[in-house]
């Protein structure tokens, strides 16, 4: 992207907490069914091989759950942020909720789950919407799969990820166990001295010096956060 050399450059890393605050299920939180499955079980290369029906059988319910929810307060004042900032939003999350509330620069490490591609070429990559079935075909000829980085899958995003946060000079971390690598290692690659906000109602143990623990949801905290920065460096 193109910085302002004016303007505080601003990466925020989101994981799994901004979304369930939307309503956005975790794995476990699916319930009846998928209670007798590991995500190792639908969320594997693995998977794919053996079952590939359940694997998407998994992803066709989570995309229609994404229908039925909406961006949350927290999304929503991450976007506001570009108004005044050059900003970059660096996601764990698959879903779209961070576009939808306004947000342009957003980086998925993981895939996002409305676009499918082929098993064959991963650089077919298709828009979709609706369920994916058996014998949908990429134009290679290919099985189309989700567009989703499976356990065992290299992350392809992940340089991309290390090159912003090492131009960061402001860095917000939302919603995340810090327990999830290669994303939980890229604090690492912070210059010295930029201060760190770290946003979580339980967050772990994260060793950076300047860092501001706000040990609350996403929802709770990040509009005031937003509402500071702008206050501090743009007002």
Sequence with gaps: MNKSSKRPFIVILTGAGISKESGIPTFR?????????????????EAWERNPQLVLDFYNLRRRKLKEVKPNAAHYALA??????????????VDDLHERAGSKNVLHLHGELK?????????????????????DLAEDGAQLRPHIVWFGEPVPAISQAVDLTSQA??????GTSMQVYPAAGLIFYLKAG?????????????FHHPIEIIPRTAVEAVPP????LIEKYAG
């Excluded at 900032?85 to 999350?93: K, M, P, W």
């Excluded at 956060?225 to 500071?228: A, E, I, N, S």
């Design 29 to 45: 939180d699916l319930g009846g069914y998928w209670q007798q499955y590991r995500i190792e079980d639908v969320a594997s290369p």
């Design 80 to 93: 506001e942020l570009e108004k005044y900032f050059d900003t970059y939003v660096i996601t764990q999350n």
């Design 115 to 135: 676009k499918v591609r082929s098993e064959k070429n991963p650089e077919l990559i298709y828009e979709w919407e609706d369920d994916l079935h058996l014998g």
């Design 169 to 174: 000079d402001i860095y917000i971390i939302v």
């Design 194 to 206: 930029v201060p760190v906000y770290y946003i979580d109602p339980k967050p772990a143990s994260v």
């Design 225 to 228: 956060l937003v509402k500071k």
